[in-house]
């Protein structure tokens, strides 16, 4: 079973400039997860999706990021315009059940590595 | 407001010795708690989750972790480290009426030989 993917792996772009993220969870999840890392903190959660449906955004910057989940498969994450404080590692994690009924593992892709210059 | 502490942002040991990375949460309700580990240029992957079960809670290779709700730890051993443990760990904790984890800062733990 493929694992949870994330293309690119690595993101440089310039401050101004548009980045979008993709995230394939594990087929057949219905929970998609987005978190990020800035160097030097902690993983912080951004946003839940239950199949195409926001669940939680409360982790979500601000509105310069944009989460949408195509038909309750892949993710993407558009950055519009970047800063240089949104650098960082951006994780996306996947897990089968209608949580919070009960404490689905969550499944971590590689992360994106997302600079901004 | 539920939270995690890691004491130690690095710890190094040697090659056969103990492995103690310790965690320390907050929270109102009784947590649900896990450990993950990333290994360089790879993704989260679940050591171990506490789910309100046994309070010793085995994990993959050869880790444990034992809830103590008095101590509100919940601290990852291995009694011998091997150099493929080297990587960097994670306590997160997540509130049953919650869906995000909440992350400590990480313990990245080094191994000697």
């Known amino acids: 079973e493929a694992g949870v993917t994330q293309f690119p792996s690595h993101s440089v772009i310039e401050k101004g400039q548009t980045v979008t993220l993709r995230c394939d969870p594990i087929s057949g999840h219905d929970n998609l997860y987005w978190y990020r890392r800035v160097m030097g903190k902690e993983i912080k959660f951004l946003l839940h999706?239950?199949?195409?449906?926001?669940?939680?955004e409360s982790g979500m910057p601000n509105n310069r990021f944009l989460a949408e989940r195509t038909g309750g498969t892949y993710s993407t994450l558009k950055v519009q315009p970047a800063e240089l404080e949104d650098s960082g590692v951006y994780f996306c994690?996947?897990?089968?059940?209608?949580?919070?009924?009960?404490?689905?593992?969550?499944?971590f892709g590689p992360g994106t590595r997302l600079t901004v210059l | 407001a539920q939270s995690v502490t890691q004491l130690g942002s690095h710890v190094s040991v040697s090659e056969g010795a103990l492995v103690l990375l310790r965690c320390n949460y907050s929270s109102s309700v009784p947590p649900y708690l896990f450990w993950y580990v990333q290994y360089p240029n790879q993704g989260l992957q679940l050591l171990l989750k506490?789910?309100?079960?046994?309070?010793l809670v085995k994990g993959i290779n050869g880790f444990e972790a034992e809830f103590k709700k008095s101590e509100t730890s919940f601290h990852l051993t291995k009694p011998s480290a091997h150099m493929s443990d080297a990587a960097e760990y994670f306590c997160?904790?997540?509130?049953?009426?919650?869906?995000?984890?909440?992350f400590g800062k990480g313990t990245t733990l080094s191994v000697s030989s």
């Open positions: 994690a996947s897990s089968p059940g209608r949580a919070p009924i009960r404490p689905d593992t969550q499944y």
């Open positions: 506490y789910t309100s079960a046994a309070t």
């Open positions: 997160a904790v997540r509130t049953q009426a919650g869906t995000a984890l909440i």
């Open positions: 999706f239950v199949k195409e449906s926001k669940q939680d």
